[in-house]
Structure formats: C-alpha cells, structure tokens
C-alpha cells in the first residue's frame, strides 16, 4: 500500500511539523557554517563541526534509546526542540554582537549535538506507537523522507534568509520554526499511557559503561539487526555528512564563492535526490528492505561521493550529489526499517539506541578522515579516499549477508 502511514491521522501531523524542525537544523547549519568559514577559515573547525555535532550520539545513543522505552517520548522530543531553538538563538546573539570566537561556536556545536540525541531514539519509537507494526515500514521510510524534505528546503531558506536579513536576524526566524513541533507534542495521543494494557516496558536501565555493552551485546544476538548496524556505522565512520560542513570550500574549489542560488543548489542536491527517492519508492512500493539489498545501494553511494570529491566541474557536481542523495535515503530507511522489525517490542528503544550510536555516533569519526585529514591532504583527496574505503567495506557485508541468507 503506497503511503501506508499517511492514513493516520497523527502521522501526516507528525510528517509535517518534523519536517518543519529538520528544516530549522538545516537552516541553521546553512548560517551558522557559512558564517564560521568566513570569520576563521578554518577546515580543522568544519572537522570539529562534525565532530562535536556526532559524539553526543556515540556517548548517549543506547541511554537515550532506553530511556525511551521508560519514559515518555514526547517530553524527550521536546526537550530536544527546546535546546535547538537556545542554540540558534544564542548564534543570533553573537552574531549581532559580533564577539563570535571559535570557542563559542565549539560549545554551541556541541550543546546542538546533544540535543539531536535527546530527540533522535525517541522520536523514532514514537512513530511505532503512531501507525503500528503494519505500516511501520512506510512510517520510517517518509520520516526519512520528511528529514530530507527539511533539509531540501533549508539550504533554500537559509540562503534566502542570508540575502534577505542577513545571519544575525535569519539565525533568529530560524529558531521560531521549532516551536510548532512542542506545541502539538504536548497533547499528542502518544506515549506510553496510550498503549495498550500489557505492552511490554523496558525495566533495566542504562547506568554504567557495563550496560552499554551488555546492549550492544544483546543486539549482536540479532543476525539483522547485527548487519544493519555495522553498515550504518561502516557509512558512518567513512563517510557521514562530514561533506556538508566542508561545502564552502568545495564551493569555492568549484569557482562559487558567493552566498548564491549555486551555493545553496550544493547543499540542496543530495537532499533533492534523496526527497525523490522517498517519493517514488513510496509510491511504487518498491525496494522491499532486505539486507544484501542495503548494501548494495550503500555501495552505489560511495561511488557518486567519491566521483563528486574528484571532478572539478560544477555541472557535473550536482548530478552526483543528487544520485548520492537517492541512494542514501534508500539504504538507510532500509536500514532502520530492517532494525525496527526485527527487534522484540521490549527492546526496541534499545536496538534503536544501539543503531543511532553507530549510524550517527560514528560520524564523529568522518569529522576525523573528511575534515581534520582535509587539512592536511585536501579534502577532495579526504572523501575520495574515505568513499573507496566505504566502498570496500559495504562490499564485504554484502557478501556476508548473502552467505547467511
């Protein structure tokens, strides 16, 4: 059925106003790093961007999945919400100041880090108590898609926010686009008092280094969820979205060293292709999620990263941005979708929490072998060698998964 999860009510309620919040994280990344790159020049600080943005979810992924399962999510959700809009507000403060330093913007990268994890685990536990098992499938592969559609329509936003007030008041209106996602969380049917009577909780909890690896431990047992995981965290770890943060310089390699429509069309084409991919996937009801299946088009990611960090043509930049957008969506939906199935309902805050920590924890480590190798050898040189590695390293799980099939 092609847009299962839209039928439900809630879910269509839930698919717009994240997707309102992920185009306020977009937009503020569009300022907050244009802005950072003109005052310090600095592609070691793009590295920490990445660095400090993803080391929360590999420290507090597997709590916050647990917690999840023992609280209620919406107030987590919310939690997150309410540090995003503190951070753009405190960058506007800065910026009108003008006493930005570079450790101002390490703590506020830091501190948005940390809120994405709040609200990461728990927002995709949420979606199970909005449609259910039966449409989970199409739930996890339109919040992708709602992600994407955010960060489509942020370079867009942001870019016109920058010509049209500038940063210091854009970083402002941007902090404004959260607060509709806290309002409708605080009376949304959802959440643990609305399950039904006798659905499994999670009891344990996450107090020591012990427990996380007990975790991880229980979620190895699981062949699935074991493969998912590592190629989430195999993608991660190469490669992430460490490009991002380096846009203004492949930007300026590129011969676009204006805040323009060529500047944002750089952020906006991955996003492009992978808000398609979300579409037509849905709507055809393709791609069942099956794991060699994942690897393979995670393969084919790796190969449009790596063409995109070695040519030097602008014209043919966009095409393998948008081609590497596409695939992405579609392997990592897969991905989650495979993970979420397979998990037992006690620990699915778990196995969740388990498989952000490598697919967005890991992502410190690309801040490491895009960025900080980026300054040493080039960051064309950095993501061409990083997506051969990923390349590599999805091929192998491929195989893998076909033998145990």
């Known amino acids: 059925m092609s847009f299962a ?62 917690l999840a399962d023992r609280l209620d999510p919406r107030r987590m959700i919310q939690l997150g919400m309410l540090l995003f809009m503190g951070v753009s507000t405190a960058w506007g403060v800065l910026f009108m100041t003008d006493r930005l330093q570079i450790w101002h913007a390490c703590l506020l990268l830091v501190i948005h880090g940390c809120a994405g994890v709040i609200w990461g685990p728990p927002s995709q536990v949420l979606l199970h108590d909005i449609v259910g098992r039966e449409h989970l499938q199409s739930a996890v592969r339109l919040n992708a898609t709602a992600r994407q559609l955010g960060i489509l329509c942020g370079p867009a936003v942001g870019g016109m926010l920058l010509l049209a007030l500038g940063p210091k008041v854009g970083i402002l209106v941007n902090a404004l686009l959260y607060l509709p996602f806290i309002i409708w969380l605080a009376t949304a049917p959802y959440g643990p008092k609305f399950r039904a009577a006798g659905a499994a909780v999670a009891q344990r909890a996450v107090r020591s280094v012990g427990d996380v690896a007990r975790a991880i431990g229980e979620i190895a047992e699981h062949r699935v969820i074991l493969l998912m995981t590592l190629l989430a965290g195999a993608a991660s770890l190469c490669i992430g979205n460490a490009y991002q943060a380096q846009m203004p310089g492949f930007a300026h390699d590129l011969g676009r060293t204006h805040v323009d429509f060529s500047y944002s069309a750089l952020l906006a084409a991955d996003a492009a292709g992978a808000l398609l991919a979300g579409f037509v996937l849905e709507s055809r009801g393709l791609l069942s999620p099956r794991p060699r299946t994942a690897c393979l088009l995670a393969m084919i990611w790796a190969l449009a990263i790596g063409g995109f960090a070695l040519i030097g043509s602008y014209a043919l930049a966009l095409p393998l941005l948008f081609v590497a957008g596409f695939v992405e969506l579609s392997f990592n939906a897969m991905a989650q979708t495979l993970v979420q199935l397979d998990a037992p309902a006690e620990m699915r805050g778990r196995a969740i929490g388990v498989y952000n920590m490598f697919a967005m924890g890991m992502r410190t480590f690309s801040g490491i072998t895009v960025g900080v190798f980026g300054a040493q050898i080039g960051i064309h040189a950095s993501l061409a060698a990083s997506a051969a590695v990923m390349f590599v390293l999805a091929g192998l799980l491929a195989q893998r998964s076909a033998r145990r099939a």
């Open 5 to 66: 999860a839209l039928r439900h009510r809630g879910y269509r309620q839930y698919f717009v106003l994240s997707a309102l919040a992920m185009m306020g994280d977009s937009v503020e990344h569009v300022i907050s790093y244009w802005v950072i790159f003109q005052k310090f020049h600095s592609p070691a600080l793009g590295g920490f961007a990445v660095i400090s943005h993803w080391l929360p979810f590999l420290l507090f992924s597997v709590p916050s999945g647990v």
